[in-house]
């Protein structure tokens, strides 16, 4: 079964620009959340989807969205980028139903803001 | 508030000696204890978790690890150290309410050296 596949793994934007990354989920997963790590930070929860739905959110300011599409897969954006911003996004899946589940983590993608 | 705590940044072993890394949590209601480990550049992989029933907790690669619910503590550990278990590790705690969403502890860098 082929695991959760982020893109792009790499890129690089400037201050200002805003960057949309996207996640496709393990095949039947319905949940899907995102998170951010950095150095200083660690890692951190960004939002969770379920069902084309928001269920959790994470305290980032707004700037910071994401919606997931019919076939669960989702993206998150983020608008008018700033320095501290650059960091690995890490996307991850589960089934949704209950909350025993383990998260089963995509690649990443590391985002570096200039 | 939730919370978790890895009181080491690093954990030094020696091959075939056993290892622990340390994790306490502050949740309120019952826990869902979870262990990952993540390698360079790569996302994270699930080990272990905690859901209820018996304390020490078997996953993959030898690794184990026992709550302990008066110390709140949820200790990673394995009999026998691999130069290849060589990673950063992350403990991570869900409260048991609704979604997915995890609070993850700092951190704890592993080296097992040969």
């Known amino acids: 079964k082929a695991g959760v596949t982020q893109t792009p793994r790499y890129l690089i934007k400037t201050r200002g620009q805003q960057v949309t990354l996207s996640c496709s989920p393990i095949s039947g997963h319905r949940s899907v959340s995102w998170y951010q790590q950095t150095p200083g930070q660690g890692l951190q929860f960004l939002f969770e989807?379920?069902?084309?739905?928001?269920?959790n959110k994470g305290n980032f300011p707004g700037r910071f969205s994401g919606r997931q599409f019919s076939n669960s897969r989702s993206e998150m954006n983020v608008s008018t980028l700033e320095l501290g911003d650059s960091a690995l996004y890490l996307c991850?899946?589960?089934?949704?139903?209950?909350?025993?589940?383990?998260?089963?983590f995509g690649e990443g993608s590391r985002l570096t803001v200039l | 508030a939730q919370s978790v705590a890895q009181p080491e940044d690093q954990v030094n072993v020696a091959e075939g000696n056993p290892l622990t890394v340390k994790c306490t949590y502050s949740v309120s209601g019952n826990p869902y204890l979870f262990w990952y480990v993540q390698y360079p550049n790569r996302g994270l992989q699930f080990l272990l978790k905690?859901?209820?029933?018996?304390?020490l907790v078997k996953g993959s690669y030898g690794f184990e690890a026992e709550f302990n619910k008066s110390q709140t503590s949820f200790h990673l550990k394995k009999p026998s150290a691999l130069v290849s278990d060589s990673a950063l590790y992350f403990c991570?705690?869900?409260?048991?309410?609704?979604?997915?969403?995890?609070?993850f502890g700092k951190g704890t860098t592993l080296s097992v050296s040969s």
């Open positions: 991850a899946s589960s089934t949704g139903t209950g909350n025993a589940g383990e998260l089963f």
């Open positions: 905690y859901i209820t029933g018996d304390n």
């Open positions: 989807y379920f069902s084309e739905t928001q269920r």
């Open positions: 991570a705690v869900r409260a048991n309410q609704a979604g997915t969403a995890l609070i």
